[in-house]
């Protein structure tokens, strides 16, 4: 197996290389940062040229425009990086045979249906970003032969762009903050969607996936949690989503039933909480 990764310097494209470094799988980096073999998926021939050349047997798209407010002016960057981007790796999988990864989120979901959304559900975004994923969705379904659509939330890792991360963050310079309670979902380790996209992979199993930590939160409920994770004795107080009088509308009830990975793959996540204590010890690493 010869894996191709775009985005990998992202904080899934790393835990995906740490994985396959101990599985003693061969993968080939790609992102525009230095250190990584640079590679531009929205151009449609560099692409094509670059995948002839290398002929991976997976590929692994990790790239995605993730920001959300920014997204409601500058749309079209978004549907190039989310959508169209995801349409030349799908050309370019059929074309060399290699079966495709790509991952979108619970933001295509509007949020009211009042229970988990199923891969069963009809995605309807409320938002420029969500409307980004949902073309990429679409595309993907149109173009591509081989591929494993996965969905998933509240993604945190090692990286520096994460729910988690600036909790902690914005806890080192203030000792009182306010947290929203009317959004919902769950949060998603790295490590373990990481494990989840290789257990997919390895049994070649296409289709649409929720994955995402086990169990259900608030963006307070979580915040809470980290705080008392690293002993804050700051003020945290509840709040709403209108109070933050954000550009782009969020989905207030998103999470994401897991159902079909268990039973295609035999791969349960973990539980939120758990994730996130094992994110702790690994920063203490």
């Known amino acids: 197996m010869k894996i191709l990764i775009t985005g990998a310097a992202g904080q899934l494209g790393k835990d995906l290389q740490k ?21 531009d998926i929205s151009n449609l021939k560099e692409l094509r040229e670059f995948v002839r050349k290398e002929r991976p047997s997976v590929i692994i798209n990790c790239a995605a425009y993730n920001a959300v407010d920014k997204a409601e002016q500058d749309w079209r960057n978004a549907y190039i990086i989310n959508g169209l981007a995801v349409r030349n790796l799908a050309i370019c999988a059929n074309e060399v045979g290699a079966f495709l990864v790509h991952y979108s989120t619970n933001y295509v979901f509007d949020g009211e249906k009042g229970e988990p959304y199923t891969i069963y559900d009809t995605p309807n975004p409320i938002s420029r970003y969500g409307e980004s994923k949902y073309l990429g969705e679409k595309l993907l ?8 659509l996965i969905r998933t939330s509240w993604v945190f890792g090692t990286g520096n762009t994460n729910f988690v991360y600036k909790i902690i963050q914005m806890a080192q310079k203030s000792d009182k903050l306010s947290l929203v309670t009317d959004e919902i979902a769950s949060p998603t380790y790295t490590v373990d969607l990481a494990f989840a996209t290789i257990r997919i992979v390895e049994e070649r199993a296409c289709g649409i996936y929720h994955v995402t930590n086990e169990g259900v939160c608030s963006r307070y409920e979580l915040g809470k949690y980290v705080l008392e994770k690293i002993a804050w004795k700051g003020q945290l107080e509840t709040a709403k989503q209108e109070d933050f009088n954000l550009p782009a509308k969020r989905p207030k009830h998103a999470k994401l039933d897991n159902f079909g990975l268990k039973e295609s793959v035999g791969f349960e996540m973990p539980d939120w909480h758990d994730a996130v204590d094992r994110f702790f010890d690994e920063l203490k690493r």
């Open 141 to 148: 379904q149109a173009f591509g032969e081989e591929y494993a």
């Open 19 to 39: 994985l396959f470094d101990k599985m003693g799988i061969e993968y080939i980096a790609t992102d525009f940062v230095e250190r990584y073999e640079k590679l």
